[in-house]
């Protein structure tokens, strides 16, 4: 794998179309929490920061909300406009979590679904209380894969660190410990919030799942041997023709000082 394909500003750029159509959608739960948890309504702007394909801003534009989606990469920049074309309450900027272009105190809440791990947290942490109004909002969400829950996932995990480029690099950065998350948020306390989701995909579905993770290659004599394998695995656990990812859906929400 090259420097440039591990570099997070670019490392999805080939993989947004498999991203928008394969990756697990976000409940209006999420959105219900947030109302209960921070008292979240259909007037409050939201910065919704790598915002990719526009997955999580989807369930606040249901709601309501005016929602500015904040993406560096123009290949997912270019897929969120598309997919949330139909919403005349949103609106996308090049920027990234350390530099939004946002002004100061314009937002109710920021939020980042999926991608925190790829920030800087120190610069993402004095950025985000820059741009969030006084009383406001920072929201970090992650679906989390419940790794051992069935016996596909633990299979479907085995095949990830078998084919794939960087998987436990990735994996290591993408489990935020909630230590970490509370320095992140400190002085103030950060409450999390856990959901559960499911994913049921036909083959198809879970190829261009496994083609949206940035870890796995997209050509090369790995990618073959991955596709060849790939059918076996879905054929040994498949039920009436799908298999079943589950995850966590972890929610941290807080204040941030300036």
């Known amino acids: 794998m090259t420097e440039s394909a591990r570099d997070p500003l670019v490392r999805f750029s080939d993989r947004a179309e498999d991203y ?11 959105v219900e929490a947030l109302r209960q948890a921070c008292g979240l309504t259909a007037q409050h702007l939201i910065a919704d920061v790598g915002c990719g394909t526009g997955l999580l801003a989807e369930i606040f534009l249901d709601n309501g909300n005016r929602v500015i989606g904040v993406e560096p990469n123009r290949e997912m920049r270019l897929a969120g406009e598309q997919c949330m074309a139909g919403y005349a309450n949103f609106s996308m ?22 991608a925190f791990h790829w920030f800087r947290p120190a610069e993402t942490r004095a950025e985000f209380a820059r741009i969030l109004k006084p009383g406001g909002w920072a929201v970090l969400i992650w679906h989390s894969r419940d790794l051992q ?16 480029n960087d998987y436990e690099q990735v994996a290591r950065s993408y489990l935020a410990s909630y230590d970490a998350l509370q320095r992140f948020f400190a002085p103030n306390e950060v409450t999390l919030i856990q959901q559960r989701n499911q994913q049921h995909l036909d ?9 949206s993770s940035s870890y796995v290659p997209k050509s090369g004599e790995r990618h073959e041997a991955m596709m060849q394998a790939l059918p076996q695995l879905f054929s040994s656990y498949a039920d009436d023709g799908r298999v079943a990812l589950e995850y966590d859906t972890k929610i941290y929400c807080g204040h941030l000082d300036r």
């Open 20 to 30: 928008a159509k394969y990756r697990p959608r976000y409940s209006h739960d999420v």
């Open 93 to 114: 900027v090049e920027g990234s979590a350390e530099s939004t272009t946002l002004g100061d105190a314009s937002v109710d809440f920021v939020v980042a679904a999926q």
């Open 149 to 164: 829950s069935t016996p596909f996932l633990r299979a479907y995990e085995d095949f990830l660190r078998e084919y794939s």
């Open 203 to 211: 083959v198809d579905g879970l190829r261009g799942r496994l083609l």
